[in-house]
């Protein structure tokens, strides 16, 4: 079958279903991928003996699989992998053909065409087909839609690799149909591995320079639990060693070879989530280092300005509210700052603020008072509003009772005075109770003096 956007791999008699090899121009990353399973580094959960992914990788398991995780752990070699599995000498199940296919070049009628064929081969031959499909979120429902059946029916067995939580990108019944895997980024040492491997193996550097300790340390650094990333980092660093005739690359080849660490972050999916779910946290833990870290990671990677100051706002009302009164405005400051300034001179204010709400005392007794009456009006606590209270501008308002009585506070000498103001239903309920920390110290001590003096239950 030839498709664009597609390609399949149906081993015959002695081979081991891989593909040819990358061309010795290719780049390092393509040409370090690993052939066998003992060259994976990481994972090590998900490829013990046993595990769901080991018996897909020896063509033994027949579960549809979600590989999700961070770019650059391996999600597509576990997937060339398994091509190779399947129909290689040491498989344990059936055989199986294995079709790639990537959302970025395919639609519906590729996805059709590839389960029409997995149905010829089921049935003609009994074999059968194991469907790779990457970057699965960039499928749309329609899409994802069209696999239902075949992954159903078994039809096919569905290895897709996103790097978006599946919660946020893939349809519920396909969910529901598929063992989700949780890949995780490499850890250090685990990217050393890759990363001296490249450099003395014949299909990497082959020895043309050496690593020195400190530029390993920076490679390390710079790919953040990305082996794809440290791969093109060592890459640049040697080919510039190389160029200048040297054949060592240090600490200073690698900042010469790469200016920034690209962060991960992706506005659309978890990542986005996480983080600013971390941000707010970090603030509401009042810890300001913490979330100047995450502030400054999201403006990296480009988060729009106008969401983090969005949450600030918020947040300075859910977690500090009157504990101090001036939290709220400086955040609405810094948003003001952010849509009259912009980028990247706003980052300065939403910083200060950040710091502010980081270092200020904190109470949410205002989200718990306002939520509060929120589940009272819901369950029907929403009596009718005293006569005294209502609108009495209008001809006729007084025959009907209305805004008679009613006693205006500022006749009293104190401002304050002995008045029912809730319906009948909520009279004496406290919804509001401060803290006691910040400004609401204070309240807390006026708060009950001025609900004895109105609800007349005390001098």
Known sequence: MSTDGLFDIDPGPGSDGAEDGPRPDAPLAARMRPRTLDEVVGQADLLKPGAPLRRLL????AASVLLYGPPGTGKTTLARLMAGAAGGPGRTGPARHFVALSALSAGVKELRAVIEDARRRRDHSGTTTVLFIDEVHRFSRTQQDALL??????????????????SFSVVSPLLSRSLVLQLQSLGEDDVRRLLRRAVTSERGLNGAVELAAEGEDALVRLSAGDGRRALTALEA???????AGGSVVDLAAVE???TEVAVRYDRAGDQHYDVISAFIKSIRGSDPDAALHYLARMIVAGE???FIARRLMVHASEDIGLADPTALPAATAAAQVVQLVGMPEARLALAQVTVHLATAPKSNAVITAIDAAMADVRSGKVGGVPAHLRDGHYAGAQKLGNAVGYRYPHSDPDGVLRQQYPPDDVVGTDYYTPSGRGFERTLAERVPKLRRVVRGTGD
Do not use: M
Not at 58 to 61: E, S
Not at 149 to 166: I, M, Q
């Open 58 to 61: 020896d063509g033994g398991a």
């Open 256 to 258: 010469r070879a790469v």
């Open 237 to 243: 660093a040697a080919d510039g060693v190389l160029g």
């Open 304 to 306: 729009d300005a106008r």
């Open 149 to 166: 059946g075949a992954v159903e029916d078994r039809l096919v067995l569905l290895v897709a690799a996103t790097t978006e939580n599946p």
